[in-house]
């Protein structure tokens, strides 16, 4: 392994993470918090950190794809760390511990929290703490490849350990320009959810707050109760309607740019990331209209549903919850927990699938479930017919049989560390309900689960090491398993 060079580049990676927390010390500055002194400190330590790595230089300017997933890996790891630390030196988050996990939800965009009172925080903080989502929803080294176009050669080893999904597609020749592209894309429709947010009646800072948690499919919010404060069905549709939009495929997004009508709107894997989620939307409002007739309480202010809450009302709640859960930002309009099973079981299933590959969404990606089921029904005809010769085909092309091993590899390690971690965290002795999901939905980085991490509950009872724990599930989910996996391998550091 080329260190050196892994050392520098992620010094460089590090030391934009200081960078940005200029913009929370502005926040904090016109708002007059008592946060500005310990965002200050910590901006400083991460500038002064990051700049030390980035001094030691590289004998030899090769950087292969295990130097990628490291620099990717490490990054994470130290940007998340040092971005706790305005939590921790203003002492709204008295734990080391608790400051990574946080942080670390931040920036995988996962929306669990260890907090009890998000409203206590300083408007500082607070922005901050939902600025994560943003600059991790499309990747902190998609940033820099973006901001820092020397970063290193062959620098699509930084974007494909980053970027989620079994490919990465070079838009344009050149890696920076392809990083450059995607945040363009991404600045564009955050800009146009702002503008919606604001005509919905929202502050602008409760507007870029909320964006920041859509956009980056992240969840964390301004208030206790979630999007359910607004009690709004206008803001509703629209953070409901951008969460979708966030969670399909950027690429497609560049082709309908370019006019390539054929190539975006003819993508199999967005066909059924919409059929996915709008047949789970309708089921689960016919599943919940018998619960919102019995006087059912949102989240709002303990608010009643009108006992005559027609079916339109409960696709309102039932949308806005599958697009929550199936982009994986982990918003809420009600307490889901109160649902009927059905409606719980098909969220859960949907916390598996997640959003689409080349998005800001996590879980399996919907290429990866198209995939594992292609490569089912060809082993069955393979069965079958064996003398028959069988391939797996998607929007008309080929799948090498490594692709189909990878995304085969995938699944099997995403199941083990999932059961791996679910015994683990189960030593807290919590409900099985609560340990699984709360596995589940920081390995998928969604958020909330059921049980006592629901949409009305947190992070904060667990342990130590389920936090701990809980905090690697969040980056193995969001750097696609093999990235941190990575770095317990010995053979990965020799020559």
Known sequence: MNKRLTIHLVGNVVRLAGGLMILPLIVSLIHGGSDAKAILIAMVITAVAGSILALIRPRRDVLRAREGFAVVALSWILVSFFGGLPFFFHGCIPSLMDCFFETVSGFTTTG?????????????LLFWRSFTHWAGGMGVLVLSL?????????????????????????LVPRVSNNAKILYEIYVGLSALMVIALLLCGMNL?????????????????????SIAHWNSAA???????????????FSLYYYLIRRNWRAALGNSELRLYWVILLMASVLIAINIMPLFRQGYYAMANNAVIPGDANFFTALRYSFFQV???????????????????????????????????????????????????????????????????????????????????????????YMAVLLI??????????????????VVATLSNIGPGLG?????????????????????????????IFPILMLFAPSAYKR
């Open 235 to 249: 803001v509703d549709v629209v953070i409901g309607v951008f969460m979708a939009l966030f969670g399909v495929n």
């Open 112 to 124: 669990a929290t260890i907090l009890t009172d998000v409203e206590a925080l300083p408007k500082g």
């Open 146 to 170: 973006a901001l820092i176009p020397k970063m290193g050669a062959r620098s699509i080893h930084l974007m494909r350990a980053e970027s989620p999904g079994p490919s990465t597609d070079k």
């Open 421 to 438: 971690s679910t015994i683990i965290v189960s030593l807290d002795g919590f409900s099985f309900e609560t340990n699984f999901t709360a």
């Open 452 to 480: 006592m991490v629901g949409p009305t509950g947190n992070f904060a009872a667990f342990s130590n090491l389920s936090k701990l724990v809980l905090s690697m599930c969040m980056l193995i989910g969001r750097l696609e």
């Open 323 to 413: 697009s929550s859960v199936m982009t994986t930002t982990g918003y809420a309009t009600a307490d889901f927990n109160q649902w009927p099973q059905f409606s719980r079981v098909l969220l859960v299933v949907i916390m598996f699938i997640g959003a689409s590959a080349g998005s800001t969404g996590g879980g399996m990606k919907v290429i990866r479930l198209q995939l594992l089921v292609k490569s089912m029904v060809r082993d069955i005809r393979q069965t079958i017919h064996p003398k028959s010769v069988n391939t797996v085909k998607l929007d008309g092309h080929t799948v090498s049989e490594n692709i189909l091993s990878g995304v085969q590899g995938f699944f099997f390690a």
């Open 205 to 225: 800072f409760d507007a870029l707050v909320h964006m920041f948690g859509a956009a980056g499919t992240g969840g964390f919010g301004t208030y206790g109760n």
